[in-house]
């Protein structure tokens, strides 16, 4: 099997952005720097708006996305949806950093805090293959995870 580019980066900016925004919430709450965290805020969604774009040319074709998309049960479609709701509270925890809503940054620093983890994990769970059983145990996404976390 060769190496799927698109997936390397797809798993690679995930995991940047997830644990990008995970230290970022984490800062909300302990005020380590005095800076806000609108610009890591920034970094985190254009690294998972890339590792977004990067899914996509995997998939190469209109038809094959809405395929992978029609499955609630598949890897894609897990990812699709984490990526989606990370973005969103990305996002929305922009904009209450900008508006200086203290208490509704730190709601979405939580929701963001988790979900930029559980992406990293899923991300690797999704790659469990039966048919490979050096790919066939949980210790694949706890290394996804755990690579992603010094990223």
């Known amino acids: 099997m060769e190496i799927q580019w698109a997936l390397v980066l797809f798993t690679l900016l995930t995991g940047m952005a997830g644990w990008t925004f995970f230290f970022t919430g984490l800062n909300e709450f302990t005020q380590k720097s005095t800076k806000d965290g609108f610009m890591p805020g920034i970094v985190s969604i254009c690294l998972l708006a890339a590792g977004a774009l990067a899914s996509v040319f995997h998939l190469a074709h209109p038809d094959r996305i809405m395929g992978a998309l029609g499955h609630p049960t598949s890897g894609i ?71 992603a976390v010094p990223m």
Request: net charge positive; aromatic share 12%.
């Open 77 to 147: 479609f897990t990812e699709f949806v984490l990526v989606m709701l990370l973005g969103l509270a990305i996002l929305v925890y922009l904009i209450c950093v900008k508006r200086k809503a203290a208490g509704a940054a730190k709601v979405c620093a939580v929701l963001g805090m988790a979900l930029g983890v559980l992406i990293s994990f899923m991300v690797g769970y999704s790659y469990l293959m039966v048919g490979r059983a050096a790919w066939d145990t949980i210790l694949l996404p706890l290394c996804y995870l755990g690579t």
